[in-house]
T-cell receptor
Framework: AQSVTQLGSHVSVSEGALVLLRCNYS??????LFWYVQYPNQGLQLLLK??????LVKGINGFEAEFKKSETSFHLTKPSAHMSDAAEYFC???????????FGTGTRLQVTL | GAVVSQHPSWVICKSGTSVKIECRSL??????MFWYRQFPKQSLMLMAT?????????EQGVEKDKFLINHASLTLSTLTVTSAHPEDSSFYIC???????????????FGPGTRLTVL
């Protein structure tokens, strides 16, 4: 069984500040981990994914995440927030890159001036 | 990049009627499609996995007779909500992955979603 826990349903940062969205996973097999972004009334867009290669994964729009097996974590970061980053972010785990996904409960990122 | 479309983008129907939602892979062949539902301000929950030409695999707690899934071709899967009721109102999202070894096999691509409102 697999599961994902996202700490913080709502995160607010100032424009230009560091973004840190937390994700911890549980998996009985080596996990594949994903971060998705969702804008209102839209589908999901893949930000980045971990597929057992490099532990530091760089994605689109300046986001990156680090896989830490010892901490069972896959936190998402961005050095400098932009207003356009305001959205809902989902962490997900899978047994493969094209296998069914188990999503976390999501974190809503608010970016203020 | 690979594009997945859904139709309709939103639908309002009366209680007791059936609604069909289409999910299409526009520029690749999708051997596997997934159907998720998302309640307001909540996460996505997988409903079922469909492979082209075979019966869908439903997640525990999902009524297969209520949510009929058909994946008759490599570019089209449909979800039919039969005898819809207000509690079926939700945002339904599909995703698709491509043929093994192909350029779009290694990822799921999501459609834009369909908002269903049952009155």
């Amino acid at each position: 069984a697999q599961s994902v826990t996202q700490l913080g349903s709502h995160v607010s940062v100032s424009e230009g500040a560091l973004v840190l969205l937390r994700c911890n996973y549980s998996s009985s097999v080596p996990p594949y981990l994903f971060w998705y972004v969702q804008y209102p009334n839209q589908g999901l867009q893949l930000l980045l994914k971990y597929t057992s290669a490099a532990t530091l994964v760089k994605g689109i729009n300046g986001f990156e995440a680090e896989f830490k097996k010892s901490e069972t974590s896959f936190h998402l970061t961005k050095p400098s927030a932009h207003m356009s980053d305001a959205a809902e972010y989902f962490c997900a785990v899978s047994t493969g890159t094209a296998s069914k996904l188990t999503f976390g409960t999501g974190t809503r990122l608010q970016v203020t001036l | 990049g690979a594009v997945v479309s859904q139709h309709p983008s939103w639908v309002i129907c009366k209680s007791g009627t059936s609604v069909k939602i289409e999910c299409r892979s526009l520029d690749f062949q999708a051997t596997t499609m997934f159907w998720y539902r998302q309640f307001p301000k909540q996460s996505l929950m997988l409903m079922a996995t469909s492979n082209e030409g075979s019966k869908a695999t439903y997640e525990q707690g999902v009524e297969k007779d209520k949510f009929l899934i058909n994946h008759a071709s490599l570019t089209l899967s449909t979800l039919t909500v039969t005898s819809a009721h207000p509690e079926d109102s939700s945002f339904y999202i599909c995703s698709a992955s491509g043929l093994a070894g192909g350029p779009v096999y290694n990822e799921q691509f999501f459609g834009p979603g369909t908002r269903l409102t049952v009155l």
